[in-house]
């Protein structure tokens, strides 16, 4: 009999044991959320990254073309476009996926922009010039276009700014 109790204060202890250690480690889903959370932050900070290199192509673009430098925008321009393939190419966790996706609609809006601008400037230096009017109209139509991709930029920052909350 007194061998009876020892085992079951054994198998209690045990138990109690068991019991305590499943209490000390976290549940899986835990695990699997803090995953989650790293690779989100992961994909955002590359895209930050990638957002900035836009930038600062997009800013020697624009420089390029206050000077009429058509060499150095066409190179600001193809250096921007290596970017936003880079970002389109960086895999965006399942959570961040439409994210993604609002930031590609709004780099591929850009693209024709810059693109757009570039036909426009061969188009005004070929043999058959442009009127006035005709230039004005393209060049609005192209702001048009990369207003349009900015504030397309802003809603998607923004989305990912209340997804932080």
Same mark, same amino acid.
């Given at each position: !009999?007194?061998?009876?109790?020892r085992?079951?204060?054994?198998?209690?202890?045990?138990?109690?044991?068991?019991l305590?250690l499943?209490?000390?480690?976290?549940?899986?889903?835990?695990?699997?959320?803090?995953?989650?959370?790293?690779?989100?932050?992961?994909? !955002?900070?590359?895209?930050?990254? !990638?957002? $900035?290199?836009?930038?600062?192509k997009?800013?020697?673009?624009?420089?390029?073309?206050?000077?009429?430098?058509?060499?150095?925008?066409?190179?600001?321009?193809?250096?921007a476009?290596?970017?936003?393939?880079?970002?389109?190419?960086?895999?965006a966790? $399942? $959570?961040?996926?439409?994210l993604?996706?609002?930031?590609?609609?709004?780099?591929?809006?850009?693209?024709?922009?810059?693109?757009?601008?570039?036909?426009l400037?061969?188009?005004?230096?070929?043999?058959?010039?442009?009127?006035? $009017?005709?230039?004005?109209?393209?060049?609005?139509e192209?702001?048009?276009?990369?207003?349009?991709a900015?504030s397309?930029?802003s809603?998607?920052?923004q989305?990912?700014?209340?997804?932080?909350?």
């Open positions: !009999m007194t061998r009876s109790i085992l079951l204060g054994v198998t209690l202890c045990a138990a109690v044991f068991a305590m499943a209490a000390c480690t976290p549940p899986q889903a835990t695990s699997s959320q803090d995953d989650n959370v790293s690779a989100n932050r992961q994909y !955002m900070s590359a895209l930050s990254q !990638m957002s $900035d290199d836009l930038a600062a997009l800013q020697g673009f624009s420089e390029a073309a206050s000077r009429n430098d058509t060499v150095s925008m066409r190179t600001q321009a193809d250096n476009f290596q970017v936003i393939e880079q970002m389109r190419q960086e895999d966790p $399942d $959570d961040l996926k439409e993604r996706d609002g930031y590609m609609e709004a780099c591929d809006e850009l693209a024709d922009a810059l693109t757009s601008y570039l036909e400037y061969d188009d005004a230096a070929g043999s058959s010039p442009l009127s006035r $009017d005709a230039y004005a109209a393209r060049v609005k192209i702001q048009d276009t990369y207003d349009e900015i397309k930029l809603d998607t920052d989305k990912a700014t209340e997804l932080q909350k």
